[in-house]
């Protein structure tokens, strides 16, 4: 008989760090003085994120905003792991989870495409790593204790993902995956925003990689959500678990809930989801993520049993970095739809809130269609295309002086992907014509060069609007605007969803200058 253990965290909503604060500004010699000169010290230098206590927020804000450099403020708030307490499991019950997916009907590739985990650190004293190949440390590894569910959360998710196969304990989805593993800083109940915004940057440096996320708070925060936007830029694939906040009156958790991040929920044992499981537009995929059994770091009789989204997540995580590892000619966003569309539909048929577009199916994915790729995301916002803002060289432009005419076809998803900016230059002199052909009711603005954002009704933005169309239906919408100016025009074409229930959508677009 197996002595069993429980696992004793629990899941609480995020809270802010009392005094901490962190400031987004416009990169640069003079933002850096101002900050430093308060006390600041920077989070991420590439997208010019810095935290700073409440006093120094004081002083270096006014002098920020008087220059034009401040982008926003906000709490440096405490996000707890997506963990839920766990019960004894059942000696013919261990690894249930590897069997659900299909890992068991495939033999895993090599190391391959990593899998960064981005959590509380790793025990390398645990028998399952201590001699394990393919693993890259990427900050020092703190102090880990088996009894604490918040300091051996990291190796549990780790474990689930990718323990290896050595006779030992458990094996993870992709056991014998590269593993890279970022061990972010505690603060009473979990990691503050900014360690989390350290983690994805560091852990999208090396670009394609599987970057897992098994934490999740309600409150949207502008610094993590560029840090996940930074990090698909850069060509990663994002994957947070959905929460565990569904009897707390099920708000949005994030990161999960950020558009462009595959968002994990939970299921159990007969396929339904689980009690605590966030559910809402924002997740993609189920996976098993109750009584996962974790083994003891040193003696293999004892085990505890670990729930939550915390542990659905990995197991995403994995089958991704799997599936993009036997793929290399895929981009994220590819490797994303054919893990949604080769999932095992189960809970209401189609896409449901509580387990996306189903159970995720490691088999199938790797046999499933490969879809066409999608053309220069992200790109939601006229920040996230233009130079000089959120990226410093911004989107290539669809048309240019030398190239005058394009025809592109694309996707929109509802919340995976609402809004399609793109940079358009119209030559002095000439007509900027577009004819946008949907599958559902979409609708198509041309905003000026100084429009700063597409999401704003306000009387300001709509000053900034050059042309639109917006036709009842499936018809095509033609917008037309001609550059009366003696220089050429960097405009922003928008491509939007206009009283649509379509959860996804596409078009082409034809332009020409």
């Known amino acids: 008989m197996l002595a069993l253990a429980a696992a004793t965290a629990s899941a609480r909503p995020a809270t802010h760090l009392p005094g901490a604060q962190l400031v987004g500004v416009f990169p640069g010699a003079r933002a850096e003085t101002i900050l430093r000169g308060a006390g600041g010290s920077p989070v991420s230098r590439r997208l010019g994120i810095w935290s700073l206590s409440s006093a120094g927020a004081g002083r270096a804000v006014p002098a920020l905003r008087r220059a034009r450099l401040l982008r926003y403020v906000e709490p440096n708030r405490v996000i707890p792991s997506a963990h839920q307490p766990g019960d004894p499991l059942a000696t013919a019950d261990l690894g249930w989870q590897f069997y659900r997916v299909g890992a068991d009907q495939v033999e895993p590739p090599g190391p391959g495409v990593p899998i960064a985990i981005v959590d509380s650190g790793l025990d390398m004293s645990n028998t399952e790593f201590a001699t394990r190949p393919n693993i890259t440390l990427l900050d020092t590894q703190p102090a880990i204790s088996w009894d604490s569910a918040e300091t051996y959360h990291g190796t549990e998710v780790a474990s689930v993902a990718a323990a290896p196969e050595n006779g030992y304990g458990t094996v993870g989805i992709y056991p014998t995956a590269a593993l890279r593993m970022y061990a972010l800083a505690t603060v009473?109940?979990?990691?503050?925003?900014?360690?989390?915004?350290?983690?994805?940057?560091?852990?999208?440096?090396?670009?394609?990689?599987?970057?897992?996320?098994?934490?999740?708070?309600?409150?949207?925060?502008?610094?993590?959500?560029?840090?996940?936007?930074?990090?698909?830029?850069?060509?990663?694939?994002?994957?947070?678990?959905?929460?565990?906040?569904?009897?707390?009156?099920?708000?949005?958790?994030?990161?999960?809930?950020?558009?462009?991040?595959?968002?994990?929920?939970?299921?159990g044992k007969t396929d339904q989801p689980s009690a605590f499981s966030t559910g809402n537009a924002a997740v993609d995929l189920a996976a098993p993520g109750e009584s996962i059994a974790v083994p003891s770091p040193t003696d293999p009789t004892v085990w505890k049993a670990v729930s939550g989204t915390s542990f659905s997540s990995p197991i995403v995580a994995a089958a991704a970095a799997w599936l993009w590892t036997l793929h290399p000619e895929l981009d994220a966003a590819q490797v994303e739809e054919m893990l949604r569309e080769s999932a095992r539909d189960i809970n209401a048929p189609g896409f449901d809130d509580r387990t996306g577009y189903g159970l995720v199916n490691v088999p199938a994915a790797l046999t499933a269609p490969v879809p066409a790729k999608d053309l220069l995301e992200p790109n939601d916002d006229i920040d996230q295309v233009a130079a000089g803002r959120l990226f410093a060289t911004g989107s290539t432009p669809l048309t240019t002086q030398a190239k005058r005419s394009v025809r592109i076809t694309a996707t929109l998803d509802q919340n995976e992907d609402p809004e399609d900016v793109y940079r358009v230059v119209v030559p002095a002199g000439h007509t900027f014509v577009t004819t946008v052909t949907p599958t559902t009711n979409l609708g198509v603005i041309l905003w000026s060069p100084s429009a700063k954002t597409v999401f704003s009704s306000g009387a300001t933005e709509r000053k900034t609007e050059l042309a639109g169309s917006d036709r009842t239906g499936k018809r095509a919408e033609r917008v037309v605007w001609r550059n009366t100016a003696r220089k050429p025009v960097t405009a922003y074409l928008d491509v939007w969803f206009s009283k649509s229930s379509a959860r996804r959508a596409s078009y082409t677009a034809k332009i020409s200058t």
């Open 188 to 267: 009473a109940d979990g990691p503050t925003t900014a360690d989390v915004v350290r983690g994805i940057t560091t852990a999208s440096a090396v670009g394609r990689t599987v970057i897992n996320l098994s934490l999740a708070g309600p409150g949207f925060s502008e610094s993590e959500y560029e840090a996940v936007m930074s990090a698909v830029k850069r060509g990663a694939l994002v994957v947070a678990a959905a929460g565990n906040d569904y009897a707390r009156g099920n708000p949005r958790d994030y990161p999960g809930a950020y558009p462009h991040v595959l968002t994990a929920a939970s299921t």
